[in-house]
T-cell receptor, first 117, second 113 residues
Framework: DTEVTQTPKHLVMGMTNKKSLKCEQHMGHRAMYWYKQKAKKPPELMFVYSYEKLSINESVPSRFSPECPNSSLLNLHLHALQPEDSALYLC????????????????FGPGTRLTVL | KQEVTQIPAALSVPEGENLVLNCSFTDSAIYNLQWFRQDPGKGLTSLLLIQSSQREQTSGRLNASLDKSSGRSTLYIAASQPGDSATYLCAVRGPIGTGKLIFGQGTTLQVKP
């Protein structure tokens, strides 16, 4: 299995809702990432998990809460979001953590299109 | 602070043409550089990864080069096809700070039949 999967593909939620995004990979990668991408912009890093521990939080508001239950699974819990949080949320994984030297390609999932009403 | 620039922002070419996409970065201290393709509303597909010690990588009709000393990379697409129409992003990863990917703004390519 050489892909990163994400569910759901689309999500519409109100500002008072609680929802979760899910990401899964079975490539034995030990680093997993959440990115946010607005239209016509490059992805912006949100969080990095290395060996199932949160290693990078790019000053993301607390209404976004990541979780890494095991080495294959990454969740992003959403609560009290704002309309400006509407974006494409991308998950990625790499064999080794970001600061590891050498060949360390990042593989991306198809994304979840989130709309906050 | 590492900055990555891609020029042009958009490019339109007729089918069959060979083309070059450019990526420049300000800090030559990088581990590697990765080229991605993104179709509208979709995720990123990794095309090529060049290690800092390498000069180029090839995959099919794609060839990516890296010149660390001048802070430049190019993605060469041979015999372009309408299916190559997409946004192409380059990203560098460095040893400084968090080692995260720093992306350029992308070049949107349209290949006309």
């Amino acid at each position: 299995d050489t892909e990163v999967t994400q569910t759901p593909k689309h999500l519409v939620m109100g500002m008072t809702n609680k929802k979760s995004l899910k990401c899964e990979q079975h490539m034995g990668h030990r680093a997993m990432y959440w990115y946010k991408q607005k239209a016509k912009k490059p992805p912006e890093l949100m969080f990095v998990y290395s060996y199932e521990k949160l290693s990078i939080n790019e000053s993301v508001p607390s209404r976004f809460s990541p979780e890494c239950p095991n080495s294959s699974l990454l969740n992003l819990h959403l609560h009290a979001l704002q309309p400006e949080d509407s974006a494409l949320y991308l998950c990625a994984s790499s064999l080794r953590p970001p600061l590891a030297e050498g060949h360390n390609e990042q593989f991306f999932g198809p994304g979840t299109r989130l709309t906050v009403l | 602070k590492q900055e990555v620039t891609q020029i042009p922002a958009a490019l339109s070419v007729p089918e069959g043409e060979n083309l070059v996409l450019n990526c420049s970065f300000t800090d030559s201290a990088i581990y590697n550089l990765q080229w991605f393709r993104q179709d509208p509303g979709k995720g990123l597909t990794s095309l090529l990864l060049i290690q800092s010690s390498q000069r180029e990588q090839t995959s099919g009709r794609l060839n990516a080069s890296l010149d660390k000393s001048s802070g430049r990379s190019t993605l060469y697409i041979a015999a372009s096809q309408p299916g190559d129409s997409a946004t192409y992003l380059c990203a560098v990863r460095g040893p400084i700070g968090t080692g995260k990917l720093i992306f350029g703004q992308g070049t949107t390519l349209q290949v006309k039949p």
